[in-house]
């Protein structure tokens, strides 16, 4: 197990940007910055992530590998990872399987309980800092009425209220163990999990990008993390940074 260092707030804008600006002082090459509530929680696209309450558990794993040891192409990597090992976690503590929509909600009876960000500072080709930020709804008993159609909880979903600490605690350490598998390029187990929790396996698809909108079948992951997408009898391959995309019928 890595030796992390350990940054709990009371309040904070986002534990996404408070990593990015404080990255210089982490001592350890894994950082985990928890926050009981945050005031502008941000999702993929510049999307807004509501974790404006004491009740999910709003938190960054800050990742400083040393020089040479994880290439830009791996960092497309880490969304699939993060979401890998959320889902496993929720199985375990829970009992109950979520569903990943590519590239790493985390959807319960086709609504969204966990979001991730994942964002990273690259010099001169080589990655400086990988941040990857999860918000999950844990012991709300009700939602932001702006979401309710869309989010869900997992008390909500299983009745069962659960320590915010044991679930970061046990997200952190599946994080460490599928970190320490793409250092040594062995990344096969981080798919295959990916996969198992996925909801995009021969999926209809509808996916924006540079504001035109695609109906394809989704096909699953490449190596690298890259959607696999069938359209107009054609393999495409989609990068998470460049497009929304919607499940039909989820």
């Known amino acids: 197990m890595y030796d992390m260092e350990y940054i709990k707030l009371p309040y904070i804008n986002s534990t996404n940007t408070y990593a990015k600006d404080n990255a210089k002082s982490f001592s350890k090459e894994i950082t985990l910055i928890q926050s009981e509530v945050q005031s502008h929680g941000r999702g993929r696209l510049d999307r807004a992530f509501i974790s404006d309450n004491s009740q999910g558990a709003w938190f960054s794993v800050a990742i400083k590998p040393e020089k040479g040891i994880i290439t830009p192409e791996m960092v497309l990597l880490m969304p699939v990872m993060a979401a890998s090992a ?23 009876n086709s609504k969204k309980a966990c979001g991730i960000l994942c964002e990273s500072r690259i010099i001169h080709n080589d990655v400086y800092l990988v941040v990857i930020g999860i918000g999950i709804n844990l012991n709300q008993k009700k939602m932001h009425p702006d979401i309710a159609d869309i989010a869900t909880s997992l008390l909500i979903e299983t009745g069962t209220e659960v320590p915010i600490d044991l679930i970061i605690q046990n997200i952190c350490g599946n994080v460490a163990f599928f970190y320490d598998k793409i250092k040594h390029g062995e990344t096969a187990c981080i798919i295959d999990k990916w996969n198992e929790y996925s909801l995009m396996n021969n999926a209809v698809i509808t996916y924006t990008k540079e504001q035109l909108s695609y109906t394809a079948i989704s096909k699953g992951i490449n190596t690298d993390g890259r959607l696999i997408i069938e359209q107009d009898g054609k393999i495409i391959y989609l990068d998470s940074s460049e497009v929304r995309l919607k499940i039909q019928g989820v």
């Open 86 to 108: 959320t889902a496993l976690t929720i199985e375990t503590v829970y009992g109950i399987r979520p569903g990943i929509k590519w590239p790493n909600d985390i959807l319960i």
